[in-house]
């Protein structure tokens, strides 16, 4: 029996909005003098913007008021929302556009499940409103991935049970929540920058068979 909803990631799955949320905390870290790399990025992926400031400044060994922080996290926003203008319909990420057509010819139900709160305008920028039956954003979640709120909230929406859902997924708290949902997961990279994802890991989207995926 396959899978009956597919519940896609959006930053670094669909699109490759990862990049822009790095070269963005970069801008904003080297203003501030702030040490900051791509392994510190890996880290951030799939968590919310307050959470993945603590953890640059954690790595940095940095220390910042809370009343201080809202003024950084803003600040890469901007910048953020600056590239994200430079989104098209062409900026998906290889196979994205082709899965969700076939799986929406088989009637898989799918959602978009990301904790940004921009996802919302990266998904009319790129044009796949139309394809999905949900979106679950960072404005309409508590707890930010691993936990696996916006996962249940995202299978409640199209009316499945956790384990009628693959989730698809570019970030180590991606997979953590999707396990904690009791869903099952496919991740998008590579065994070594997903090693919960247990080897079940493609490059992206074009790598997996449709079928493959709701397996
Ligand atoms: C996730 C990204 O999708 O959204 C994270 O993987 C990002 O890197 C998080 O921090 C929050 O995004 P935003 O757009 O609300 O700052
Ligand atoms: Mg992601």
């Known amino acids: ?27 904003m870290t080297e203003e501030e003098g702030i040490a900051f790399d791509r392994k510190v990025n890996h880290r ?6 307050l959470e993945s400031l603590n953890i640059i400044l954690e790595e940095a060994g940095v220390e910042v008021p809370e009343e201080k922080k809202s ?38 139900k799918i959602a978009v499940a990301s904790s940004s709160k921009n996802a919302r305008t990266i998904v009319a920028q790129i044009g796949i409103e139309d394809m999905l039956d949900a979106i679950v954003d960072g404005t309409e979640i508590e707890r930010s991935k691993p936990d696996p709120e916006v996962f249940l909230k995202a299978a409640e929406r199209v009316g499945l049970t956790p384990s009628q ?12 929540a999707a396990k904690a949902a009791g869903m099952k997961f496919v991740g998008i990279g590579t ?25």
């Open 71 to 108: 003024a950084l996290t803003d600040r890469k926003n901007a910048y953020y929302r600056e590239l994200l203008k430079d989104l098209t319909p062409d900026s998906t990420l290889p196979g994205a556009r082709e899965m969700l057509t076939a799986l929406g010819e088989r009637g898989v």
């Open 1 to 27: 029996m396959l899978l009956q909803g597919a519940l896609f990631d959006l930053d670094g799955v669909l699109v490759s909005t990862d990049e822009y949320h790095y070269r963005s905390w970069k801008k």
């Open 191 to 215: 065994p070594e920058g997903l090693p919960n994802a247990e080897g079940r890991v493609v490059a992206s989207l074009a790598e997996i068979s449709p079928d493959a995926l709701l397996q």
């Open 44 to 49: 951030l992926r799939g968590v919310s913007r």
């Open 165 to 176: 859902c693959v989730v698809i997924e570019d970030a180590e708290a991606g997979i953590e």
